[in-house]
């Protein structure tokens, strides 16, 4: 039983990193597409081999998330509850999709690990959602939109006598390098957060130890996952980043995406906090359209965005609530 069910969870999983990639897919190459620096097929593409190569490159993540928010019962319970977080963040996912909001897939699956957790009366490491999770999903906006100005306030002035149309076209093939790096970090973030919870899932399922490292098959297995899901493509969202918010030109599509690649690889490598790259890419595109003039940003559009950016923990918490007593009384 309990095997059957791990299995379950894996496969749930794997549909979660799925759905992260299709929804998160514009976060790496909006912007690229929206300025014709790369077609979308050939953005899609190069994000999808991107987010394979970045899942390889740390599981700082993927630790924090397995092991630092929530501790879930051993046995068939615990694999319930581990798998309504899931079903609990799938379900948020494909509702903001749906509406083409820009949400954050790694708050959903946190707000599904804390409902399913307080659901079933598990332990919930409310230090490590803080400290992990609350913490940076304040401070990476911030930093993101700050650093993204920044950048293009250096751009501004040291461009200040150039020709436009030369200046245009030299970002426009400096943008296939930023969205390269945007999507290395999308890959090195997400990808890892479905590590870390299949990783849960075979801890509590009494597959591996707490202490081993995370296993090679689920580092690939997660890895092409959201580049299946990257490939397929996010064309709702990619609306809304590239051209509802502020319509980039191809310096300050570099700019947003330069500034967002760093927020996302210091947060992985330096601290293993799983932020959201929809956060940090979409408060940078913000942050860039603040130098030219603070109207030429659709802050109706953007409260629309901040708006499900609050709701999304909550509401995939109530979602993954749910879940489990369902599940809890069809399964135990």
Do not use: C
Not at 203 to 208: A, E, H, Q, R, S
Not at 236 to 242: A, D, F, K, N, V
Not at 269 to 286: E, K, L, R, V
Request: without cysteine.
């Amino acid at each position: 039983m309990e095997l059957a069910l791990a299995i379950g969870v894996v496969v749930i999983a794997l549909a979660f990193d799925y759905t992260n990639g299709f929804h998160d897919a514009a976060n790496a190459i909006a912007t690229s597409v929206s300025t014709r620096a790369l077609t979308p097929r050939a953005a899609l593409f190069m994000a999808a081999a991107m987010n394979f190569i970045g899942a390889h490159l740390g599981t700082q993540v993927a630790q924090t998330v397995g092991k630092g928010i929530i501790e879930a019962p051993s046995g068939t319970h615990g694999l319930v509850v581990v798998a309504s977080a899931l079903i609990g963040a799938i379900a948020w996912n494909l509702i903001t999709w749906y509406f083409g909001l820009p949400s954050s897939s790694s708050h959903a699956l946190i707000g599904g690990l804390v409902g399913s957790a307080l659901a079933s009366a598990s332990v919930v490491h409310w230090n490590g959602v803080v400290d992990k999770v609350v913490i940076p999903m304040v401070l990476s906006p911030l930093i993101g939109f700050t650093l993204a100005a920044a950048i293009m306030i250096a751009i501004y002035w040291i461009f200040r006598n150039a020709q436009p149309g030369k200046t245009t076209r030299g970002f426009r093939y400096s943008q296939t390098v930023s969205a390269a790096a945007m999507a290395l970090g999308h890959g090195l973030q997400d990808a890892q957060k479905t590590m870390g919870v299949i990783f849960l899932a075979l801890t509590v399922g009494g597959f591996v130890a707490p202490t081993d490292e995370i296993p090679q098959w689920v580092i690939l297995a997660s890895a092409g996952a959201i580049s299946l899901g990257t490939y397929a493509g996010g064309w709702r969202i990619m609306r809304t980043l590239g051209r509802r918010i502020i319509a980039l030109d191809p310096p300050q599509g570099f700019a947003a995406e330069s500034a967002a690649a760093a927020v996302l690889y210091t947060a992985a490598i330096g601290f293993g906090a799983p932020i959201s790259t929809t956060h940090t890419i979409t408060s940078a595109i913000m942050g860039v359209g603040a130098t030219k003039r603070l109207s030429a940003v659709r802050w109706g559009v953007a409260g629309n965005i901040v708006t499900a950016w609050v709701l999304t923990i909550p509401a995939a918490a109530l979602v993954a609530a749910l879940v489990y007593f369902g599940l809890h009384w069809f399964v135990e």
